[in-house]
């Protein structure tokens, strides 16, 4: 039975890390306290001026690579997904397989925003599964959000950081694997957050350099139960599909952008939030590299056993949502 099983994982932080204090100076008020105490964010990590989104998607691709004992002609497809792309074109991921050497692969990104790195999980392990020309694959997820900021906007300047974080896909006759997977999208919400500057809807000119259309917006305030409902009912339906309850996963891994959406969607799941490994404290908001950073801590931290259950449940910007079922 041919299926996509996880063969290894790898994760890159920028070494450039800042603490809570510098948007105490910046902003000149207290940001601290109310980062650690509603977000548990202390800290985070940015990209430096030379640093962009395919540096660090090589260096996380690296990681993974040697673990799985692979070498970069070994990968048949590269996935990389970002909605901070080094380029509008060529793809980030040509890039990366440039950087790499990955000789053999064929190349595309995936921008579903924060929910990309499971849209490219779900997407890669299709790939496995259906054609035997595909038997590695390197899916990472890359942000450098960093770049997009507004260092005058308290509302995204404080949260959001860079990371990239790979995990590789591989075929091989197994139980273990790519079980189930569900993609969803609330596109009503379009304009209700992103980077709205730049693409053909509304090319960058000075005026709209000068407005700041060529960075991150919130323009409207989300629903706060749209991420708990929609993960809650996503996991659900994915589980009870192979006959699993909520308590029969061992590890959950959401989108790291609000830890009380993360405890509530547990409390609805009933299952006890020490199986959902989180990240923020240490690195912010990831995007699309938060849910792959946090199993490579998970892995790294010794907490997966083999034959572990794992959720992975990604939202973002649009609004995307993915959720997958793997069994390592």
Request: glycine letters at 8%.
């Amino acid at each position: 039975m041919r299926n996509a099983v996880i063969k290894s994982v790898g994760a890159y932080a920028p070494e450039r890390v800042i603490p809570n204090s510098y948007f105490n100076e910046l902003l000149g008020e207290d940001v601290d306290t109310w980062l650690r105490t509603n977000l548990t964010i202390k800290e985070r990590r940015w990209s430096s001026e030379e640093q962009a989104a395919s540096d660090l998607a090589v260096e996380a691709a690296k990681i993974a690579l040697k673990r799985a004992d692979l070498k970069p002609e070994d990968i048949d497809l590269l996935i990389v997904t970002t909605d901070t792309p080094d380029y509008i074109s060529p793809s980030t991921a040509s890039v990366v397989q440039d950087k790499l050497n990955a000789l053999h692969a064929g190349t595309f990104d995936i921008n579903s925003a924060c929910a990309g790195f499971v849209t490219g999980i779900d997407t890669a392990a299709k790939f496995i599964k259906a054609d035997d020309n595909y038997n590695n694959i390197l899916v990472i997820g890359t942000y450098a959000m960093s770049k997009y900021l507004d260092l005058t906007d308290k509302k995204t300047v404080t949260l959001f950081a860079d990371g990239a974080g790979a995990l590789i896909l591989s075929a091989e006759n197994s139980k273990s694997g790519f079980v189930e997977s569900k993609l969803h999208s609330e596109g009503q919400y379009n304009d209700w957050m992103g980077i709205y500057g730049g693409g053909t809807r509304n090319p960058l000119t000075p005026q709209k350099v000068a407005a700041k259309d060529h960075l991150l917006k919130f323009v409207k305030k989300f629903p706060k139960e749209i991420n708990p409902t929609t993960w809650t009912n996503m996991i659900s339906g994915v589980i009870e599909k192979h006959d699993l309850n909520p308590n029969n996963i061992d590890h959950y891994f959401f989108t790291q952008i609000n830890i009380n959406s993360i405890w509530e969607t547990m409390d609805n799941l009933k299952v006890d939030k020490s199986k959902a490994h989180t990240i923020m404290d240490r690195y912010g908001y990831t995007g699309s590299a938060c849910i792959p950073m946090a199993l490579n801590d998970a892995f790294e931290k010794g907490k997966i056993s083999k034959g572990d259950k794992l959720i992975f449940m990604g939202s973002g910007g649009g609004l995307a949502f993915a959720c997958a079922l793997f069994q390592w």
